[in-house]
């Protein structure tokens, strides 16, 4: 399943409607669900500006470098590589809970817009008082678990028509847990639930869709992406997320640490 990202409501209109290679050409918008809010129809990144609480993958780790591997396969490949924008490897990263979005005032209180802040209230004050609510440690402490090392791993790397993602689940039932009662309270401490919290996938976004592909060349895609994850070492597929971070963004290109929970 994908992301539940946030949106406006033209988009969220569109994405429920094109999400399944099923759809047919005639019931299509001329660009997918990227397009034209987070990315031109050229490709360029658009402001997209919001919060979000996440951890990034370790440059470190193997499964940075076995994506860094797909990267270059995704830019390089002669065809495919003018379906979609890639995004950077530095900001390959797990959502662990959604903020907001500047773009999504809309919406009863505490959907896409924190419970109790006006609607028409900046981002930077919505930004502010998110740290606010979370610097008092009551986010933290209340989680009544180790923030540290989330286990994960891979289980599919496959074209979304929104996304190119990895699809990733926890490591056992323990992890599962920690990660639920995570987004549980933050959701309670920040006043936020989005559409689809309970049934939130984890992933990591390796490109948007700036074109729609035709069935050969989604076939082509679904070979190199499944080609590339049967290549992929148990190792590869073992991802391990250390301490969440309240991030703000500008744009999909970057997701700016402002502290780590617990800080």
Not at 10 to 20: I, P, S
Not at 213 to 230: D, T, W
């Amino acid at each position: 399943m994908m992301s539940t990202e946030p949106k406006n409501n033209d988009l969220n209109a569109t994405e429920k409607k094109m999400v399944t290679p099923t759809t047919s050409i005639a019931e299509r918008p001329p660009y997918p669900p990227g397009v034209p809010f987070k990315f031109a129809p050229d490709g360029a990144v658009q402001p997209f500006a919001g919060n979000t609480i996440l951890a990034h993958l370790s440059p470190e780790s193997a499964i940075y470098s076995s994506l860094l591997s797909l990267h270059s396969k995704l830019a390089t490949h002669p065809t495919l590589s003018r379906l979609y924008t890639l995004l950077p490897p530095p900001s390959y990263h797990v959502t662990l809970f959604e903020g907001v979005c500047d773009q999504v005032h809309h919406g009863p209180p505490g959907v896409f817009w924190p419970q109790g802040v006006p609607v028409d209230a900046p981002l930077e004050e919505c930004t502010s008082l998110l740290i606010g609510k979370l610097g008092t440690g009551s986010a933290v402490s209340a989680t009544g678990g180790s923030l540290d090392d989330f286990g994960l791993r891979v289980t599919g790397i496959n074209p979304r028509f929104v996304v190119i993602g990895v699809d990733v689940s926890c490591a056992d039932a323990g992890e599962q847990e920690k990660i639920r009662n995570l987004r549980e309270k933050l959701s309670k401490v920040l006043g936020i639930r989005h559409p689809g919290h309970d049934l939130y996938r984890l992933h990591i976004s390796l490109a948007y869709f700036i074109r729609w592909p035709g069935e050969e060349e989604l076939e082509a895609l679904s070979v190199l992406l499944k080609e590339h994850l049967e290549g992929m070492s148990e190792k590869e597929k073992g991802v391990r997320l250390g301490r969440p971070e309240f991030c703000r963004f500008k744009d999909m290109f970057a997701f700016e640490r402002l502290f780590y929970l617990g800080d």
